[in-house]
Every structure is written in structure tokens, then in C-alpha cells.
């Protein structure tokens, strides 16, 4: 398990890596797959399932506005893919910064004494912190939940409304 819980780790960092270092939406997007897919899959693998999958969700929404938005508005014919050379540079300067601070953070955990915990419960009457969570948003927050849905559906719509233009779609070159 740690073995996976490795594997995620380094899928988001990567991930996180690849959105900070491309310019161009057309390829920061991948990284930014990548590092969701890490993150909540990291979740999931430390007990938080439902936390995890809801996030997931969310993040595969907005991500699809985002970038169908982003998209539409960027005029570069000819964006930077992962290998040219602006992009690698900057990838390395990110890797080395990601290093010297896994370096400084490892150096205060050890020194401090904490750890990474599930949240597995054990016995009869352990309750997990995710299902908690989901009977509270359902009882006392489903009028909230029914109006979030729906401003989310309205900015979906105008985001599509926007990014259509005038008949001639979303990129307006002359």
C-alpha cells in the first residue's frame, strides 16, 4: 500500500510540476489531470473514499470549464509543448525547488515527530470521518447542496455562452 501511496504522490507532483512549467493551456492541462488523479487518488488510499471521489468530481468539472475557456481565449498557433526548451528549464528549476523543500520539511517532520494517518477506524463503534461528513451535508446543508448545483449549472451556461462568440466561435483573429 505504501507502494501506491508512493506511485500518487509522485503522480501529483509531477503533476503540479507539468501545470506550473507550461505556458500553453493546451498542455498545462495534462499535468493538471495528472495531478488531480494523484491527489484524490492519495486520499482514497489513506481512507478518505468519499472525500476523494467528490473531489475528483469537482476537480474534472471545473477543470473542464477551465480549460474549455482558457482555450478558446488563447490566440498562440503554435503553443510550447513538454519539450522545448523553455518548458524543461523551467521543469528542472521546479524540481529543485520541490527538492530543497522536501529536504526543509523532512528535516522540521522528523525533528517534530508527526506522520501521514488514515483514516481507518478500528472496533465496533469507530465512525470514519468521511461518512460523518456526508450524513451532516445531506441533512443540514441540502438546500445549500440544491442552490450550489444550480449556480454551478448557470455559470456552465455562460461560460459556454462566452466562449461561443458571435458565430464564429471563441478565438477572434483578424
Given at each position: ?44 488510499v489513506l ?70 494517518t488514515g ?45 461561443r462568440g ?9
Amino acid at each position: 500500500m505504501s507502494y501506491l501511496l508512493f506511485l500518487l504522490s509522485l503522480c501529483f507532483i509531477v503533476g503540479l510540476v507539468g501545470v506550473a512549467a507550461n505556458p500553453s493551456p493546451h498542455f498545462g492541462v495534462a499535468g493538471l489531470v495528472l495531478g488531480v488523479i494523484g491527489g484524490c487518488g492519495g486520499l482514497v488510499v489513506l481512507g478518505g473514499s468519499f472525500i476523494g471521489v467528490v473531489l475528483f468530481l469537482i476537480h474534472l468539472g471545473g477543470m473542464l470549464v477551465v480549460f474549455a475557456y482558457s482555450v478558446a481565449l488563447a490566440a498562440d498557433p503554435f503553443p510550447k509543448a513538454w519539450g522545448s526548451y523553455f518548458v524543461l528549464v523551467r521543469v528542472m528549476g521546479y524540481g529543485v525547488l520541490f527538492l530543497f523543500m522536501v529536504w526543509v520539511l523532512g528535516n522540521v517532520l522528523l525533528l517534530g515527530g508527526l506522520g501521514v494517518t488514515g483514516l481507518d477506524c478500528f472496533g465496533l463503534y469507530g465512525v470514519r470521518g468521511d461518512v460523518g461528513g456526508v450524513v451532516s451535508l445531506f441533512l443540514a446543508g441540502g438546500p445549500i447542496l440544491v442552490l450550489c448545483g444550480w449556480g454551478l449549472m448557470l455559470t456552465l451556461f455562460v461560460v459556454l455562452e462566452l466562449v461561443r462568440g458571435w458565430s464564429r466561435g471563441g478565438l477572434r483573429v483578424p
